[in-house]
């Protein structure tokens, strides 16, 4: 018997007076042993099934239509106290952010013992041993000592886990793991969805995997669900939908998403962006219509059925043959590297902190010995998990830290950092990561693009409006953009607004520090894109900081590796990528999940001195 | 008709509206009172109010013991109030203000230094330090308000800097920097609007505490003269009689309640609506 | 057990250096005072010579940091100089008061602490019901009513109107205060004198109740505010997918949490408490530390506000100090593992 079996669920938020629905026509069947994967941008509305499944629905939202069975029984209807019996022991949860999922004045050993207690394991000696071994399972040592550690004094990979320990604990018959690897580095990532693997193997759970990350998915599940404005596109085997997709925003994303091994190919950028919940109920027809590549007037006649292109294979478009034309624009030529003197040279950079309390102090260093050299017009990649170092050199290229030794040159001059304006401020300039705390909610769009001019009071207000409205078209947001509000911006948008801003003080060097992680693939492509067209325009060099590889490949010519604030490997991108040195860099390349669902996927062990990753 | 969310708080409203009364009770005190209320009628002394027996028209919420009409030193009391409240609690916000923001802008040793001037200052309960600043500077009205903001900044302080703190780590504030602002120039366009709400609400919470604080000092003897009224006093005075004329004490008790649950309602409307996070801004 | 051994240690040392300032403070706000002590300590009909002379004995002729260095020493050898009013050593002064305006702190204290931790899981517990914007309004209501009025309220309310209750005093006039610890409620168990002690005790539910009921409210909310903080927090969602009631959720994982910024701002309450003690006892003819002081200060008895002054920063540095103590205890986050 199927463990969980969705049929056409419809789930309906209440919105200014009306009934919204932010899932429906949502169709799954998973049966025991299988793992499906969930995919779609964020908004989608894939955390709306887990949250129906547990009955947890934001307040305003209600399940207004279809069923939903759990073996056999109806979830929607259960009520109250059975579906909590069900929780932590039939069905279990793996969340997103392992470090915030912890009670954080409860040690490892008292949430597991809760748990256990739960389970029905009566005395303390009884749950200790489980505890322990429970902790053997997911390859974490030294149970004993862990048992009595707080969640902030350990990783997230362990604290992960620790919480995948106490899904399995009750051998559930299904297991929802929403983005279980999202907030984690990618070497950990690999190793842990290969924990999931595993016990999911041992125990023939069910697994729903809740991801947006296409590669991921292609890896691990058996089939997939790509979930589009709340409605499913495309609902098919792994494989299938990832070789030859038959929805066009399932080939869209696919190629939307850098590739990681192969010729290198121009990323497809959708225009505009998926529709908000609010923007739901003025959907007629396809809600991807708006942008889809194959659309035809048919489309926004009324919602596409569900055609069957293959034996458990279906997409809710009506031109599914057309899908496959669908291709890549053409490569752009690759912008050539200025020859002559480089831009930028960084000699044996240091960065020394100093950390501890009165009694104990210690130093910590960041940023260890660090030089390269960054040509006129170059796109410098630097990669590297949390820890390497990179934020810290992306500070003290701008100026927000002093260096403890070594120097930087900037043109020629070799810089003594002070952040009171001077030369060296304008010519560096850092692109946030954050959107969302990079732009003041209290000020125009206009008045925050142009602040650099405003810091220098040269012009006058009508040239820096003008020179708002020339910045905004050329990092494509209309002209009326210049009085909103960032609060009124999206993500994507919010960032083009963010590099707008560096980019008025013409700037040699731009430092961009994450600017595209968090933002949804499609989001992505468009300002990748968007950063290709810039360098083509003004000719700048960028330092592009980023932990997906991917995105690194796509975007730049040459690559840092940095571990524990060290460049372990330096080169150009292809030659790294295809041939790497170092054991480190073998290991992070090999942690990413191959284009291909059919390729195999084997993360490299990389452990210096038996640290613990 | 738009309205700013804070206008349309019930709570708002309705604070505004006894600290406004009052506020115009006191400006208008030689209006309104009936009687000099100072001046002492010792043949009428400790009169009940007017609406019960013994009473008379003349003195609608009786005498005290000198005679001296309760209503008139009831609404000329409200002038020590205000004026201290609204003096005060600015006085306060701005010292504590301007130090919060200089600590958390630009933490380090300024923050550490700051800090740690606030803890010894915090070490003194408030009512005793109030007190002992007064026995230093002496009665009179100029000496409780400046008494009252040298106990009260180290509140405002200690408050606007965590949020200072958290402005400060945004990255717009960083931004700002980056393109070349100076810290003046960082300080008043990027933090100062963002904290601007919590200083409201801290100041009409402390309009309620620099009443109370007031109404002690008086009470305890220890505020202004004599021969101005205030609610404290009154209190004072009426207590040695509580059996005679409950009533005497009842007054001024109203009065500071209202006062202070007015400014509270006041501050705790302002609090909820204006205590939006990152969209303080019409959409 | 070690981290907290070290952190009392390092606000000990905190605390005496913050304990000079306050010292220094105090010395010079009184010496502004445009008062003669000299004068004051004798009679009206002193010479002026005579008026200088006793300046020159209290040392009132040296510069002031000198004057501060030698009051300084004076202290730590336990002399607190003569009252200039009540010609008694400062020191027995306050011993003799200190331990009863203590005693009505304390349980003043636990009254504000069991009204407000109570009214708080109830503001709590009617968030999103009809009950709370009354519940809510109730709680702005006694917010605005300082320990004073309370006081007086008590005082109309059960001294006179209904008369059950004294108000005046420690102790009926026909007892004879036994003296063994200074702590009344104490002594009169101690001395087997169950009588006194319901004699002591009506004597101390007004003030003390004036004082904890003034003071509950904003622990009430406090712990409100932080129980709703803590909801929006991920582990709470994860304990419920977990399918832990939401009895247990309330109270092993929001609580938990939630009572440590609660704990902070009592630590701070309990400061200002001890200084609201001064009114209530004015207001009750208590004969504690406040009277002490509210006399001295309208006496211009500087030794007695000096003494009294530096007792009540001790007892609030104290209090800091044990509630960081508890905070770090509670709170794994703060220990170095």
């Known amino acids: ?613 | ?283 | 057990m070690n981290a907290i051994l070290l952190l009392l240690v390092r606000r000990a040392l905190i605390s005496v250096v913050i304990l000079f300032f306050v010292a220094a403070l105090l010395f010079c706000v009184l010496r502004l005072l445009p008062v003669d002590p000299a004068a004051m300590s004798l009679p009206p009909m002193a010479t002026i010579a005579e008026v200088e002379a006793k300046r020159r004995e209290m040392g009132l002729d040296l510069p002031l940091p000198q004057q501060f260095l030698i009051w300084l020493g004076q202290v730590l050898h336990g002399d607190f100089g003569i009252s200039i009013h009540f010609r008694r050593s400062v020191a027995s002064l306050v011993a003799s008061t200190l331990p009863a305006t203590v005693e009505l702190a304390v349980i003043a204290m636990a009254i504000a602490t069991v009204l407000g931790l109570g009214g708080g899981l109830l503001l709590f517990h009617v968030r999103g019901r009809p009950a709370e914007p009354a519940v809510d309004f109730g709680s702005i209501v006694l917010l605005s009513i300082p320990e004073f009025l309370w006081g007086l309220f008590f005082i109309l309310l059960f001294g006179v109107a209904l008369g059950v209750l004294p108000f005046t005093g420690r102790l009926s006039a026909e007892f004879q205060r036994p003296l063994v610890t200074g702590f009344l409620l104490l002594d009169t168990l101690l001395t087997g004198r169950p009588d006194m002690f319901w004699d002591a005790l009506k004597h101390m539910i007004l003030p003390a109740f004036a004082l904890g009921i003034a003071f509950s409210p904003t622990i009430m909310r406090v712990l409100r505010s932080s129980l709703i903080d803590v909801y929006h927090e991920d582990y709470i969602t994860q304990a419920r997918l977990r399918g832990v009631s939401e009895r247990r959720v309330l109270v092993r994982h929001g609580l938990k949490n939630a009572i440590l910024p609660t704990l902070s701002l009592m630590g701070v309450q309990f400061g200002i408490l001890f200084g609201g003690t001064l009114l209530v006892e004015v207001i009750y003819s208590y004969p504690g530390l406040g009277n002490l002081m509210v006399d001295a200060v309208r006496n211009a008895d500087l030794p007695i506000i000096q003494a009294v002054g530096l007792t009540y920063c001790v007892v609030v540095l104290v209090i800091n100090t044990v509630v960081d103590a508890l905070y770090l205890v509670l709170n794994p986050k703060l220990r170095i593992a």
């Open chain 1, 1 to 613: 018997m199927s463990i969980l079996i969705a049929n056409e669920l419809m789930v309906s938020a209440k919105l200014g007076g009306d009934l919204v629905p932010v899932l429906r026509d949502f169709s799954l069947t998973l049966e025991p042993g299988r793992v499906v994967g969930l995919v779609g941008e964020s908004g989608a509305g894939k955390s709306m099934v887990g949250r129906t499944i547990a009955q947890m629905l934001p307040p305003g939202f209600a399940v207004t239509g279809g069923r939903l069975l759990f073996g056999g029984r109806d979830l929607v209807r259960m009520p109250p106290d059975k579906r909590r019996a069900l929780l932590g022991r039939e069905i279990a949860f793996i969340p997103q952010e392992p470090l915030s999922a912890l009670n954080p004045v409860l040690t490892i050993g008292q949430q597991l013992d809760e748990h256990l207690r739960r389970l029905g394991l009566a005395t303390p000696r009884e749950r200790r041993a489980r505890a322990l071994d429970l902790l053997e399972t997911v390859h974490l040592p030294r149970g004993a000592s862990l048992l009595r550690q707080y969640p902030h004094q350990i990783s997230g990979g362990m604290c992960q886990r620790v919480l995948i320990a106490i899904a399995f604990a009750s051998r559930p018959r299904l297991v929802i793991a929403d983005e279980p690897t999202t907030a984690l580095d990618v070497t950990i990532q690999a190793r842990i969805v290969r924990l999931i693997a595993e016990m999911q193997e041992r125990d023939g759970t069910a697994v729903l995997f809740i991801t947006h990350d296409l590669r991921l998915a292609g890896q691990i599940c058996d089939q997939i669900l790509v979930l589009y404005a709340g409605r499913p596109a495309e609902y098919g085997p792994a494989r299938a939908v990832l070789t030859a997709p038959a929805h066009p925003y399932s080939r869209c994303l696919q190629l939307a998403n850098p590739p990681m091994s192969g010729a290198r190919r121009a990323l497809a950028s959708l225009p505009e962006r998926m529709p908000g919940l609010a923007a739901y109920k003025d959907i007629t027809g396809c809600a991807f219509a708006p942008r889809c590549p194959n659309a035809v007037p048919d489309c926004t006649r009324g919602a596409p059925p569900f055609v069957d292109v293959a034996p458990g294979h279906t997409a809710a478009c009506i031109r599914t043959a057309a899908t496959q034309a669908i291709a890549a624009p053409a490569l752009a030529a690759a912008a050539e590297t200025a020859a002559g003197a480089p831009v930028l040279e960084v000699s044996a950079l240091c960065k020394n902190f100093l950390v501890g309390g009165m009694f104990s102090r210690s130093t910590f260093a960041a940023v260890r010995d660090v030089s390269f050299v960054l040509g006129a017009n170059e796109f410098l990649g630097v990669v590297g998990e949390s820890g390497s170092g990179k934020t810290t050199l992306a500070r003290l290229l701008v100026g927000l830290e002093q260096p403890s030794g070594g120097t930087i040159k900037l043109t020629g001059q070799k810089v003594v950092h002070n952040l009171v304006a001077g030369q060296s401020a304008h010519d560096a300039q850092l692109i946030f990561q954050d959107p969302q705390s990079a732009l003041n909610p209290r000020r125009r769009v206009g008045g925050i693009v142009t602040q650099s001019l405003e810091a220098t009071g040269i012009a006058s207000r009508e040239e820096r409006l003008a020179r708002a409205r020339s910045l905004l078209a050329e990092i494509g947001l209309p002209p009326e953009t210049v009085t909103r509000f960032p609060s009124q911006l999206s993500g994507g948008q919010r960032q083009r607004v963010n590099i707008a801003r560096a980019l008025c003080a013409t700037p040699k060097i731009l430092i961009a520090d994450e600017i595209v992680s968090g933002l949804d693939v499609s989001v992505q492509a468009q300002l990748l894109n968007l950063l290709i067209g810039l360098r083509k325009q003004r000719a700048f060099s960028m330092v592009f900081i980023s932990h997906d590889l991917s995105v690194v490949r796509y975007l730049c010519d040459r690559v840092l590796v940095m571990f524990r604030g060290e460049v372990v490997e330096a080169g150009p991108t292809e030659r790294l990528f295809a041939a790497p040195a170092h054991p480190y860099t073998r290991a992070l390349l090999s942690a990413v999940p191959p284009d291909d669902p059919a390729g195999a996927w084997t993360p490299a062990r990389f452990e210096p001195d038996g640290a613990r990753l």
């Open chain 2, 1 to 283: 008709m738009w309205l700013p969310a804070w206008m349309r708080s019930a709570r708002v409203l309705i604070g505004l509206a006894i600290v406004l009364l009052i506020g115009l009770a006191a400006v208008f005190a030689p209006l309104l009172a009936p009687h000099d209320p100072n001046e002492q009628n010792l043949i009428a002394t400790l009169l009940p109010p007017a609406w019960l027996p013994g009473g008379e028209a003349e003195f609608p919420f009786g005498t005290d013991s000198l005679g001296r009409c309760v209503l008139s030193r009831l609404i000329y009391g409200a002038r020590v109030a205000m004026a201290v409240a609204v003096v005060a609690s600015f006085g306060a916000m701005l010292l504590g203000g301007v130090l919060a923001h200089v600590a958390g802008y630009f933490g380090g040793r300024v923050d550490w230094l700051i800090g740690r001037v606030v803890d010894v200052w915090m070490s003194f309960p408030p009512v005793i330090l109030s007190l002992v600043l007064m026995v230093g500077l002496g009665t009179g009205l100029r000496n409780v308000i400046l008494a009252i903001v040298l106990v009260d900044w180290t509140r405002f302080c200690r408050v606007l800097r965590s949020e200072v703190l958290v402005v400060r780590r945004r990255d717009y504030v960083t931004a700002a920097r980056l393109v070349g602002f100076s810290h003046w120039r960082t300080i008043t366009r990027e933090v100062l609007p963002a904290t601007v709400p919590l200083l409201i609400t801290l100041v009409s919470l402390e309009m309620g505490i620099a009443v109370i604080v007031e109404a002690i000092l008086s009470f305890v003897g220890m505020s202004v003269s004599a021969d101005t009224p205030a609610w404290g006093q009154m209190i004072a005075d009426a207590r040695q009689y509580v059996y005679q004329s409950s009533w005497n004490l009842i007054f001024p008790i109203l009065a500071i309640f209202i006062t202070v649950f007015g400014f509270n309602l006041l501050g705790d409307g302002l609090r909820r609506t204006l205590d939006v996070r990152l969209t303080a801004v019409r959409t």
